[in-house]
């Protein structure tokens, strides 16, 4: 079926530098999402993006935080610059319509900030 | 603001009996009702889902029970089997809602 595929699978880098998170979502879909899960707990939601603008973030998509989809290609999260407290796995997502339809979730890329 | 609770945290059955994993919401708005399974390592992946016109869904050995008026649902597993052992999210939204709201998770362990 179809997937949604997150590269890459663990990311470590040294705190303050920056770094990219990719996600390629199911090709007709619409919406997507960033979630963020610590320690195989609680998921929580950081933003989604439709039509090429943030429809709405939370409190923990700081001002670090970025998201694009530039000319459909891998829809980023970029985190510049990154603090410990961004170690989590980070979860994409996409859904044809709202999150009505339960969005389709990918693997996730474990990120480790030193 | 928890607008979605689960209990209990963590659950251990024995293979063959029937898991309950129960879940609560406080937003009267909420209509959709996905329910998903994580196993370590993965990410969440749809098990089953419910709206709020219905008061059951049954997917196999999968059924979800729907209380509109007390915003209560639960997800029975019956005849569990250790390849059940993992962690469900249920998780809540509608349709004027751009996201889902996740519960903090019920970790399943099904005994042999």
């Known amino acids: 079926g179809p997937k949604v595929l997150q590269i890459p699978s663990h990311q470590i880098i040294d705190m303050g530098q920056m770094v990219t998170l990719n996600c390629d979502p199911v090709?007709?879909?619409?919406?997507f999402y960033w979630y963020k899960q610590i320690l195989g707990q609680q998921m929580e939601f950081l933003v989604n993006?439709?039509?090429?603008?943030?429809?709405?973030k939370s409190k923990l998509f700081k001002d670090q935080f970025s998201v694009e989809r530039p000319d459909g290609s891998y829809f980023t999260l970029k985190i510049q610059p990154t603090a410990l407290e961004d170690s989590a796995v980070y979860f994409c997502?996409?859904?044809?319509?709202?999150?009505?339809?339960?969005?389709?979730f990918g693997e996730g890329t474990r990120l480790s900030v030193l | 603001q928890q607008q979605v609770r689960q209990s209990p945290q963590s659950l251990t059955v024995w293979e063959g009996e029937t898991a309950i994993l129960n879940c609560s919401y406080e937003n009267s708005a909420f209509d959709y009702f996905p329910w998903y399974q994580q196993f370590p390592g993965e990410g969440p992946a749809l098990l089953i889902a419910i709206r709020s016109v219905s008061d059951k869904k049954e997917d196999g050995r999968f059924t979800i029970f729907f209380n509109k008026r007390e915003k209560k649902l639960s997800l029975h597993i019956t005849d569990s089997q250790p390849g059940d052992s993992a962690t469900y999210f249920c998780?809540?939204?509608?349709?004027?809602?751009?996201?889902?709201?996740f519960g903090q998770g019920t970790s399943l362990s099904v005994v042999p």
């Open positions: 998780a809540a939204t509608s349709s004027s809602f751009s996201k889902l709201v």
């Open positions: 090709s007709n879909h619409l919406y």
């Open positions: 997502a996409s859904s044809i319509d709202r999150a009505n339809q339960a969005p389709l």
């Open positions: 993006f439709y039509n090429g603008k943030v429809m709405e």
